[in-house]
Each structure stands twice: as C-alpha cells, then as structure tokens.
C-alpha cells in the first residue's frame, strides 16, 4: 500500500526555521518526482518546490526560493524541506506527493501527483 506521511510540523516564531520530513511506505521513493505544496486557510493549494528523480532537477516557487531547501535520502525512503526564515505568511498546512510514473521530471502542479500524504500544520507567529 502506497503511503506518504508528512512530519515535523509545528509552531514556529517569524526568523525561525522548521524541516518537514516526507516518509514514504510501499514504494521507492527515490524512483519518482516528489514535491511539496502548502495550503494555507482560505486560499488555494500551491506547489512550493520539487524534486526530480531522472536527473536530480529541483524547482521552487518565487515566494520560497532562497529561503527553503528541498532534499532526499533515498537511504531511508524520504524527501526533507529545509524551511529557513520563516514569514507569518508561510503558515499553512504542508503536504507532500508523489509521481506514480518513474523519472518524471518534476513540476509544481498538483495535477502531476498521484498520492499525497495527510498533511502537517506550520505556524508562524510573533
């Protein structure tokens, strides 16, 4: 059974940092493009970064770059998301998904996912 689990969540003041674990169970991670979204309360889901597996391709949305850091440890069947100086406006709830077709270069769009994990919560506040 394919399985995407999201950890490392949590409170957070602005400046801080936080990194979000994705685990994956009943398939090899590393195979496939991963990437990250966020959706934040009353607003629609958006892709922040990602990570191909074909030729280790990465790509951030313009509001996270420079700021977050995606990675993976195919060791241990898991993708992080480094998030550094975080901004009020970076609360949300955070998920990870994955391609179900192999070396897929990886994109933004939520479309181009077929499993998603159940989510964590960021909050960033003063």
């Given at each position: 059974?394919?399985?995407?689990?999201?950890?490392?969540?949590?409170?957070?003041?602005?400046?801080?940092s936080l990194?979000?674990?994705?685990?994956?169970?009943?398939?090899?991670?590393?195979?496939?493009?991963?990437?990250?979204?966020?959706?934040?309360?009353?607003?629609?889901?958006?892709?922040?970064?990602?990570?191909?597996?074909?030729?280790?391709?990465?790509?951030?949305?313009?509001?996270?770059?420079?700021r977050f850091?995606?990675?993976?440890?195919?060791?241990?069947?898991?993708?992080?998301?480094q998030m550094?100086?975080?901004?009020?406006?970076?609360?949300?709830?955070?998920?990870?998904?994955?391609?179900?077709?192999?070396?897929?270069?990886?994109?933004?769009?939520?479309?181009?996912?077929?499993?998603?994990?159940?989510?964590?919560?960021?909050?960033?506040?003063?």
């Amino acid at each position: 059974q394919v399985q995407l689990v999201e950890s490392g969540g949590g409170s957070v003041q602005p400046g801080g940092s936080l990194r979000l674990s994705c685990t994956a169970s009943g398939f090899t991670l590393g195979y496939y493009a991963i990437g990250w979204f966020r959706q934040a309360p009353g607003k629609e889901r958006e892709g922040i970064s990602c990570i191909s597996s074909a030729d280790g391709s990465i790509y951030y949305a313009d509001s996270v770059k420079g700021r977050f850091t995606i990675s993976r440890d195919n060791a241990k069947n898991m993708v992080h998301l480094q998030m550094n100086s975080l901004k009020p406006e970076d609360t949300a709830a955070y998920y990870c998904a994955s391609s179900q077709i192999r070396y897929k270069i990886c994109s933004l769009a939520i479309t181009d996912y077929d499993y998603w994990g159940q989510g964590t919560q960021v909050i960033v506040s003063s």
